[in-house]
């Protein structure tokens, strides 16, 4: 079974620690530090159980990834996705990659403010991987040894401004403003056998109570173990670095109808797509000030769980 610890904010000081929930109760087990020193004292067997802890409050609960990070994200790689992105999964050929601000880590509850420049705001629920190890030379991973690589599992939110991201035509940008990427409540520490109820992993994100997104890991075409092996053939990544796997379909934004896409095709590229952002305007499904988003990660038999994000989309200030 995993081992799950929480990130906590130190009340009346500056600060957090760190507790493990073990057989039911919260254990303070060490005393500030990073995702890495964590990881590192769990390897080392060096962490201290220490006192019953009573369960923090929602707004107590920080990001269990601290910062510095690198945040590296795959593109449209489940095949529900791809398939509302008007592709066909089968014939997707390559691994997309990018990168997001670790800037953008936030906590998984309280507010998520939406920028003044950010007009359709979309939700995607991710899940994932934390880094383990060093890896600064290219590695062959496979399932088999994929747990000498990885630390484990965390619950994230790839939000996503599209009104900046589809004319820019670029990731970066539109994924990378403060807060846009919620990450836990919980951090996941995995034993070998932890990692063969991957693809059982369901993926599940709520709007104002209505179910928009609702898949299993399965449905990813590019999986955890073919992705480190090709980032480690171009980076180094080191312990409490994250990679977002991607999201399932239930997003916010859909490819339009083909006769539409066909019609776009002999506009000019600029006018095309300000049609198509001024049709997105309308939908109701783009998150808005005052829309509650709670999303959950876990294996129907409850094996494993990454516990739920709860948070409100709250206008710029």
């Avoid at 089968?90 to 691994?95: G, H, L, M, P, T």
């Avoid at 991973?141 to 670029?170: C, K, M, Y």
């Avoid at 090709?230 to 083909?258: C, F, Q, W």
Wanted: net charge negative; hydrophobic share 40%.
């Amino acid at each position: 079974m995993p081992r799950y610890f929480l990130r906590i904010e130190e009340a009346g000081a500056p600060g957090h620690f760190w507790a493990e929930r073990v057989n039911g109760e919260l254990r303070r087990v060490s005393d500030g530090g990073s995702t890495a020193d964590l990881i590192e004292a769990v390897q080392n067997n060096s962490l201290q159980s220490g006192d019953v802890i009573a369960e923090p409050e929602p707004s107590a609960i920080l990001s269990p990834i601290t910062t510095p990070t690198q945040l590296i994200c795959q593109f449209a790689n489940y095949a529900s996705h791809l398939r509302e992105g008007g592709r066909d999964p089968a014939k997707v050929s390559r691994n997309v990659i990018f990168a997001k601000a670790a800037s953008s880590i936030g906590p998984p509850n309280g507010a998520v403010i939406r920028p003044k420049a950010v007009t359709l705001l979309d939700y995607e629920i991710e899940i994932g991987l934390v880094i383990g190890r060093s890896i600064t030379e290219a590695v062959e991973v496979d399932a088999g040894n994929q747990s000498d690589f990885l630390a484990g599992l965390v619950l994230t939110n790839d939000l996503s401004a599209r009104n900046v991201q589809i004319p820019e035509q670029q990731a970066f940008k539109g994924k990378s403003y403060r807060g846009f990427t919620p990450c836990g409540p919980l951090l996941a520490l995995f034993q070998p056998e932890d990692w063969v109820g991957l693809d059982d992993l369901q993926l599940r994100t709520w709007v104002n109570g209505e179910l928009r997104q609702d898949e299993v890991a399965a449905d990813m075409v590019f999986k955890p173990a073919e992705t480190l092996s090709e980032l480690s053939g171009v980076m180094d990544l080191h312990p409490g670095d994250l990679i977002l796997t991607g999201t399932p379909g239930g997003t916010a934004l859909k490819a339009p109808n083909k006769i539409i896409m066909t019609i776009g095709k002999f506009l000019p590229e600029k006018r095309a797509i300000g049609a198509f952002l001024s049709k997105q305007q309308g939908k109701r499904e783009y998150l808005r000030p005052g829309d509650r988003v709670r999303c959950a990660i876990s294996t129907a038999n409850g094996a494993i769980n990454l516990g739920e994000q709860n948070f409100t989309i709250a206008d710029h200030l």
